[in-house]
């Protein structure tokens, strides 16, 4: 093989190497977007041209507000009932069990979440996240970042986030407080 046409075959293996590779990292920070766990449906980041018409919305008083979609950053995420919405709903059906499962849910959710780097300055665990289809979900996603470090720097901030939503419980939803406490120290146990 000419010198010339050995060259040309590594340049080509060089470039299908690295599209290769770039495009693995693309796919990969995909699921930083956290589609299933925020109920993520679409985001629309940069301007565009296609949207024909504006959307309306209009508040509890009756006031409207229109919006130019093609010019607006947004998300749109499927509709959550809120943490605290949620437990509500559960102990007024009596439904005890359910409630300390999702509680459950919750904080698993949560530690997984944190031990993949996902950083959540603002934990807030009764009005940031909340159920889809009986599965929690993390709604408030202005807030979070990806960093590496936090899969294991995560313990102490973890730790306080989930003392003050103990707290939380105890003035709220007394009758959940045993569960939450066995289940929370059976958790931070395993982490
Ligand atoms: N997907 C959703 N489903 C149901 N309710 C939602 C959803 N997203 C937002 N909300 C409602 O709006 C509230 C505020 O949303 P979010 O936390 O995303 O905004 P925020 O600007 O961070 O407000 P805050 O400072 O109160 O946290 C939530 O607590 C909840 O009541
Ligand atoms: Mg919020």
Redesign the pocket.
Known sequence: MKLSAKCILSISLFVTLVLGISFTWIIKRQDYLLKEET?LIYYHFAPTDYFTTPLILINKLGEKREIDLDATEFFL????V?TFEYLDRCLALNQIDKANDALKKLLEFTIALYCQGIVMVDL?LM??F?FIDDLPAR??I??IEFKKSWKTDHKEHLKSQVEYFREWILQNHAPLLESFDTVSKDLFLKT
């Open positions: 109920g995420q499927k509709k959550a809120v807030q009005s940031n909340g709604i408030d202005e807030h």
